[in-house]
């Protein structure tokens, strides 16, 4: 019986801690926040909606943001239908989410999921490290439902 109590406190323990840590993994790093405050300056020169920071979205882009650069990969997502994905990268000596939103905005195709007017939250991912042979690089993930 003691035993049992003591197993379940554990499991109720390990629960609450990881309730407690979920909300801290969708807020936005600085460079997410600035690459999103650089998407919505964009949308709003265009006097567009702004978007929010939506949880689940934000975790996502975070996530795949990471795992480009460390599966030296480079592709889009599988993701649910409604939902837009532009990705970029480059070097950590100038690459930066202002320069990441000026190339998305320079390409017809991801211009149009920036500035799509039925999109309502966005979520960014930023990963910064090693790449392909690069020694440093930044890597942005910017979806959008």
Same mark, same amino acid.
């Given at each position: ?50 978007? /929010? =920071? $939506? +949880?689940?979205?934000?975790? @996502?882009?975070? *996530? ?6 460390? #599966?030296? %990969? ?46 309502? /939250? =966005? $979520? +960014?991912?930023?990963?910064? @490290?090693?790449? *392909? ?6 890597? #942005?993930? %910017?979806?959008?439902?």
């Amino acid at each position: 019986m003691k035993k049992t109590v003591t197993t379940a406190l554990a499991l109720l323990t390990c629960a609450g801690v990881l309730t407690l840590a979920a909300p801290a993994q969708a807020a936005p790093t600085s460079a997410e926040r600035r690459l999103i405050a650089n998407i919505n300056e964009a949308r709003d020169a265009r006097d567009m909606r702004k978007l /929010r =920071v $939506g +949880a689940t979205i934000q975790v @996502g882009a975070h *996530r795949w943001a990471r795992h480009l650069r460390r #599966a030296d %990969a480079f592709h889009h997502g599988r993701l649910s239908a409604g939902t837009g994905e532009v990705i970029a990268w480059g070097t950590c000596s100038w690459f930066n989410p202002a320069r990441a939103v000026r190339a998305w905005l320079r390409s017809a195709s991801h211009r149009d999921l920036v500035l799509r007017r039925g999109f309502r /939250r =966005v $979520g +960014a991912g930023w990963s910064r @490290g090693s790449w *392909r042979g690069y020694g440093c690089v930044e890597m #942005a993930v %910017a979806r959008f439902r």
